[in-house]
């Protein structure tokens, strides 16, 4: 059996191996596959495994695969429809780095309270030997005990950024179309959406992205928000109106804002987040510490090794 993976590197840039793969047949690992190579790198191949190299139905009309492992959780990459028409199952690996994605939400926000980079650089350009006084702060320094956190999206992730959230003394309160029972129990509280607009210091999101919430913070949204707000995007990046979020951002009516997410990625130059005030933009990557990337494969391994004992699981095209 001949297994492709188009796009490995992002998984594993060096500080993994695929010897296990290698024990399901001939293996071969491209770090990328630009698309006019797509076809021609599957050739005969029976099981492709793909991040983010899109897989069509021209791609399916001319190569033999049987079944498609995507090495993420998005599956937007692949024609599932198409994929379903020709009998080729589609796998994702929908759980895998929510203490990751939590923990790097929290990491956001309290970059965004501190400015620890900024003082950090501060300090090696000398401004604390020249300044003369035993501290000094080139920013605002917030304080999160009492304020409340605003989550959107109360699944695992969401879940992983409201208990840091509450150990740092912070209220949480979310927006979920499902309400969690034992949840509310614990001391969390669900709201309609324009009470968590209202009510809430920091929002964070960890929604999947629909057609119906693309662009649910915007000119709106933020108008019913606090002055002052601040906001985390480690979800996907369309759930933000760039625009509406740079103006905001500049007026200052939103304190800050934290995204690991943006609408083109890479980020476009002519994007208006890179000259916002008070944002700071990480690329993608609150699901890339190696454990989780460890997690994520072993996942897509199980998920072959289904597939093949006729057991296919995390079907995402049923």
């Given at each position: 059996?001949?297994?492709?993976?188009?796009?490995?590197?992002?998984?594993?840039p060096?500080?993994?191996?695929?010897?296990?793969?290698?024990?399901?047949?001939?293996?071969?690992?491209?770090?990328?596959?630009?698309?006019?190579?797509?076809?021609?790198?599957?050739?005969?191949a029976?099981?492709?495994?793909?991040?983010?190299?899109?897989?069509?139905k021209?791609?399916?009309?001319?190569?033999?695969?049987?079944?498609?492992?995507?090495?993420?959780?998005?599956?937007?990459?692949?024609?599932?429809?198409?994929?379903?028409?020709?009998?080729?199952?589609?796998?994702?690996?929908?759980?895998?780095?929510?203490?990751?994605?939590?923990?790097?939400?929290?990491?956001?926000?309290?970059?965004?309270?501190?400015h620890?980079?900024?003082h950090?650089?501060?300090?090696?350009?000398?401004?604390?030997?020249?300044?003369?006084?035993?501290?000094?702060?080139?920013?605002?320094?917030?304080?999160?005990?009492?304020?409340?956190?605003?989550?959107?999206?109360?699944?695992?992730?969401?879940?992983?950024?409201?208990?840091?959230?509450?150990?740092?003394?912070?209220?949480?309160?979310?927006?979920d179309?499902?309400?969690?029972?034992?949840?509310?129990?614990?001391?969390?509280?669900?709201?309609?959406?324009?009470v968590?607009?209202?009510?809430?210091?920091?929002?964070?999101?960890?929604?999947?992205?629909?057609?119906?919430?693309?662009?649910?913070?915007?000119?709106?949204?933020?108008?019913k928000?606090?002055?002052?707000?601040?906001?985390?995007?480690?979800?996907?990046?369309?759930?933000?109106?760039?625009?509406?979020?740079?103006?905001?951002?500049?007026?200052?009516?939103?304190?800050?804002?934290?995204?690991?997410?943006?609408?083109?990625?890479?980020?476009?130059?002519?994007?208006?987040?890179?000259?916002?005030?008070?944002?700071?933009?990480?690329?993608?990557?609150a699901?890339?510490?190696?454990?989780?990337?460890?997690?994520?494969?072993?996942i897509?391994?199980?998920?072959?090794?289904?597939?093949?004992?006729?057991?296919?699981?995390?079907?995402?095209?049923?």
């Amino acid at each position: 059996m001949k297994i492709v993976v188009l796009d490995g590197y992002t998984l594993n840039p060096g500080d993994l191996n695929w010897d296990k793969l290698h024990t399901f047949g001939e293996v071969e690992v491209y770090d990328r596959t630009p698309v006019d190579q797509i076809i021609e790198r599957i050739g005969d191949a029976e099981i492709v495994f793909t991040n983010k190299t899109p897989l069509t139905k021209e791609v399916f009309d001319q190569t033999n695969i049987k079944w498609i492992g995507v090495l993420a959780t998005g599956y937007n990459v692949v024609d599932v429809v198409a994929a379903k028409e020709k009998g080729i199952p589609v796998s994702n690996v929908p759980t895998y780095g929510n203490d990751a994605v939590g923990q790097f939400a929290i990491a956001l926000l309290l970059e965004m309270c501190h400015h620890i980079a900024a003082h950090d650089q501060a300090i090696h350009e000398g401004q604390w030997n020249k300044c003369g006084d035993f501290c000094f702060w080139n920013y605002p320094l917030i304080e999160l005990a009492g304020k409340t956190m605003g989550i959107i999206g109360f699944g695992k992730n969401g879940q992983v950024a409201g208990r840091i959230a509450k150990a740092l003394g912070m209220k949480v309160i979310a927006y979920d179309k499902y309400v969690n029972s034992a949840l509310v129990e614990e001391g969390y509280r669900y709201v309609e959406l324009d009470v968590l607009f209202k009510e809430s210091d920091v929002i964070s999101l960890h929604c999947p992205l629909f057609e119906e919430n693309t662009g649910i913070i915007n000119k709106d949204s933020i108008a019913k928000m606090k002055d002052g707000v601040m906001i985390i995007n480690t979800a996907r990046g369309p759930l933000v109106n760039e625009e509406d979020l740079a103006e905001a951002l500049n007026s200052g009516k939103v304190g800050g804002a934290g995204l690991d997410v943006v609408c083109a990625e890479p980020i476009l130059e002519s994007s208006p987040l890179l000259n916002a005030k008070n944002c700071i933009l990480t690329p993608h990557i609150a699901w890339a510490p190696k454990e989780a990337r460890q997690r994520l494969y072993n996942i897509a391994l199980d998920n072959l090794r289904s597939f093949l004992n006729n057991k296919p699981e995390n079907i995402v095209n049923s």
